[in-house]
């Protein structure tokens, strides 16, 4: 059985990609970043969450001789010209405060009309392996954003994208209806052609 290593110390990400490869009849032993804990995270310093995604996993496959899969994922919008995009984490300029990077987002577009809130989730999902091969997939998840934060599911944005197609935010849908339809869950589930193809 060939190891994957998720290069994320997410715990959420590492269950959604085993569960997406064990559905797809893949049976490899997925362990996250945790597992090598005197590994150094990566700096983000790509433009693209692709690039974002290919430093991640090229530095964990060529740090510990295994085929690693990374993501980089975050919030476009249309009418900022696709910002926050790879800043979404850090959009407050704290890394990780959901709170103030929403409530910035919010108030950035507090006279924008609703047809003109569109926006997207959008997630790279990159496979390197020890010899330098490398394959990026995507997915992304359309929608409008509310003007009011709803639920309490996710993470994030979640509580202000309202899918296409639906009444309610992605914080309000379940675990399993947001890995359904969301932009990491497309981008896992387009990756599991190439694990098998370039592992078996």
């Known amino acids: 059985m060939t190891r994957l290593i998720l290069a994320t110390r997410n715990a959420g990400k590492i269950t959604e990609l085993h569960a997406i490869l064990a559905d797809a009849g893949l049976s490899h032993d997925l362990v996250g970043a945790d597992a090598y804990p005197e590994i150094p995270d990566v700096k983000e310093t790509g433009v693209t969450f692709a690039e974002n995604a290919l430093l991640k996993a090229h530095a964990m ?4 001789g295994l085929p690693a899969v990374a993501d980089d994922s975050g919030l ?5 010209g696709g910002a926050p995009g790879i800043f979404s984490a850090r959009w407050s300029g704290t890394h990780g405060d959901d709170t103030a990077n929403l409530n910035l987002l919010l108030a950035q577009l507090a006279d924008i009309d609703d047809p003109h809130r569109t926006a997207h989730f959008a997630c790279a999902a990159a496979l390197a392996l020890p010899d330098g091969t490398e ?30 197609g639906y009444a309610v935010t992605c914080a309000e849908l379940t675990s399993a209806e947001k ?13 599991v052609p190439v694990v098998r193809e370039l592992l078996g």
């Open 61 to 64: 496959a060529q740090a510990t």
């Open 135 to 164: 394959r990026v997939v995507e997915g992304r998840l359309q929608g409008t954003l509310r003007h009011t934060p709803a639920g309490t599911n996710g993470f994030g944005y979640d509580p202000i994208l309202q899918p296409d």
């Open 76 to 80: 476009a919008v249309d009418v900022l």
């Open 179 to 191: 890995n359904a339809i969301s932009h990491r869950g497309k981008a896992f589930r387009a990756l």
